[in-house]
Structures are given as structure tokens and as C-alpha cells.
């Protein structure tokens, strides 16, 4: 990772804190281990100060790992191609394996504990295992793996982050979970309950997506709108909702997660520190009252989600 990057991402996660935001989540996969590495750097001092997640599973290819350590010298070649991650030759790119085996995240976790520059990891996952991955009878074995580096210190909670939250429904029948992670906002609802069954089990509610993954922008158009997603009309009648409240449609989304029972943690991108104090404006917003928090459900119930899932 350059310097100039490095030093922007460590002001802006000390910008986080200050602000008084103190959950961080990152994975072994994000930028092939920069994202972690980054952490470690800027909380080394603070390490008591936050709360740090973090996943395991995903295996990165050969190729992948040696485009990582080469990764400085090609940035401006690539730069100057105009190369993007979506027009990469698949033979570079690479396809991405998982594997849960308790040998690979023994060894998953000791990396990110390097570095992450800590001994211990409060919030362990395990990344986006498949229905498939959860059904299997290795999976139990999994789980014993994460309660016995539970009880050495290397790690103080365990969960999945799963793609959708049905994934951690058919993990928490599988065995005990302390969280689960999944979408969750006003574009991806809860239809099924599974948030309340979950907080009376006393697992804890990692939300994502909070912000539709940049659906909810006000700058996008109704043309652009239409082109990206099926949710294009629900978005438009949100917008309508936020502007009849003289709320943004930031403002909006975070509260409907703040004030949504069961939910732990809402997650939110912040790449500057400009980002941050867009966050903590919507945060600082005044919650939803209880008319506003309805009006939000009613736009759910009225677009059917199976056909409007992207």
C-alpha cells in the first residue's frame, strides 16, 4: 500500500475514533491483507480503545498473492492502461476458493493476528460460508475449532458473515453463535423475523449495507437509478418519504437501522475522513419517530423483495 494512502486511511480511522466510533470490521481478503494491516498500524497504540472483526475462509490464488507483493511497481502501469478489476483477464483476476477447514483458519487466524498487530480478535467470522458450506459435517467441526480458540485468548467472539441473512439463520441451528452478519437496511429488509429471534437468543446483529451499497445516494438520477437496479421505483418512493420529512436520504437509512430492535452494529464505509463526518451528521440526525418508522416498513411490504433481490 503507497505511503500517501497508508497515512490517509490511518487519519481517517483516527478520525473514526475520535468521533467516538469504535467497531471496526475488515477481513484477511480485503486488499489481499492490506485492510487488516492497516488496523494494526493505526489502532497499535489504541488497541483497548476499539473493538476489531475481522473473517476468515476465503483463499486468495497463487496469482493473486504474487499481484499483491507486486502490487506497488504496477500500480502506475496500470493506472496508465486504464485497467480495471472488471476488464482483468480471468487468468489474472483469478477465481477465489474458500475453505473452513479448521488447519486453514488456524493459520488464517494467526496471519490476521500479525497483522492486525494484536493477540486476540474480538469478533472472529467466518466469511460468506455457502448453504452447502453450513449443511456440511466439517462444519461442526468448524465451530469446535472457533469455542477452542475461544478459550485460548486468540479470539473473544465468533459469528458468520453470511451473504444473505438466511445464511445465519442455518448457521445458529448448526451450532451456538455469538453474532451474524448480513444485509440489513430499508433496500433489504427482515421479513421473516429472524433479527428478533435472534437478539432473544442473545446473539448480536452485525447490519451491512446500510445504504443500499451506494443505491441510497441522492446524486444518483432516475435514468441511472433504472439502468442499476430493479429497485428503482422503491428507491424514488423513499426519496419522496425523506423529502416529505426534510430528512437526506443518509439521514433516513441510518436512523430506520438505529432504530430497528436487535440490531448490534450498523456498519458503514468511511474512505476519508470527510466520509466520517457524513456518518456521524446522519447519526447525529434526529431518530425516526414511530409514524416515519412504519411509513419506512410500509414501503417494504409494498415492493415484493423475492423479485427486487440484486
Known amino acids: 500500500m503507497a505511503r500517501g494512502t497508508t497515512d490517509s486511511g490511518i487519519s481517517t480511522l483516527h478520525a473514526a475514533v475520535d468521533a467516538g466510533i469504535n467497531f471496526f470490521d475488515t477481513a484477511d481478503m480485503y486488499s489481499q491483507g492490506e485492510g487488516e494491516a492497516l488496523i494494526g498500524r493505526a489502532f497499535r497504540d489504541r488497541r483497548d480503545k476499539v473493538i476489531i472483526a475481522s473473517k476468515g475462509g476465503y483463499l486468495l490464488p497463487a496469482r493473486r498473492q504474487l499481484m499483491a507483493r507486486v502490487k506497488p511497481l504496477l500500480r502506475p502501469i496500470v493506472r496508465f492502461l486504464g485497467i480495471t478489476r472488471e476488464n482483468l483477464p480471468s487468468g489474472i483476476s483469478g477465481q477465489l476458493a474458500q475453505d473452513f477447514s479448521p488447519g486453514h483458519l ?31 459435517d466439517s462444519f461442526l467441526e468448524t465451530l469446535h475449532l472457533l469455542q477452542k480458540l ?13 451473504d444473505w441473512l438466511e445464511d445465519g439463520e442455518s448457521a445458529s441451528h448448526r451450532g451456538a453463535l455469538h453474532s451474524v452478519q448480513g444485509p440489513f437496511g430499508l433496500l433489504d429488509p427482515d421479513p421473516n423475523g429472524l433479527l428478533r429471534a435472534w437478539r432473544d437468543k442473545g446473539i448480536g446483529v452485525i447490519a451491512r449495507g446500510c445504504f443500499g451499497g451506494g443505491l441510497l445516494k441522492e446524486s444518483l438520477t432516475e435514468s441511472e437509478l433504472r439502468q442499476r437496479t430493479p429497485k428503482c421505483d422503491w428507491i424514488l418512493a423513499l426519496r419522496r418519504l425523506a423529502a416529505e420529512r426534510q430528512r437526506s436520504m443518509m439521514d433516513l437509512a441510518l436512523q430506520y437501522c438505529l432504530r430497528t430492535p436487535g440490531i448490534a452494529v ?6 476519508t475522513v470527510e466520509h466520517v463526518r ?6 447525529q440526525a434526529k431518530p425516526l419517530t414511530d409514524e416515519e418508522f412504519v411509513a419506512c416498513a410500509e414501503l417494504q411490504r409494498a415492493f415484493p423483495q423475492p423479485a427486487l433481490r440484486s
Open 150 to 162: 475461544q478459550k485460548a485468548g486468540k479470539i473473544r467472539h465468533y459469528g458468520v458473515a453470511g
Open 278 to 283: 457524513d456518518n456521524i451528521r446522519a447519526y
Open 266 to 271: 450498523t456498519l458503514l464505509g468511511m474512505r
Open 106 to 136: 488456524t493459520n488464517a487466524l494467526d496471519a490476521s493476528l500479525r497483522r492486525l498487530s494484536t493477540n486476540y480478535i474480538d469478533v472472529y467470522q467466518l466469511h460468506s460460508p455457502s448453504q452447502s458450506d453450513i449443511a456440511s
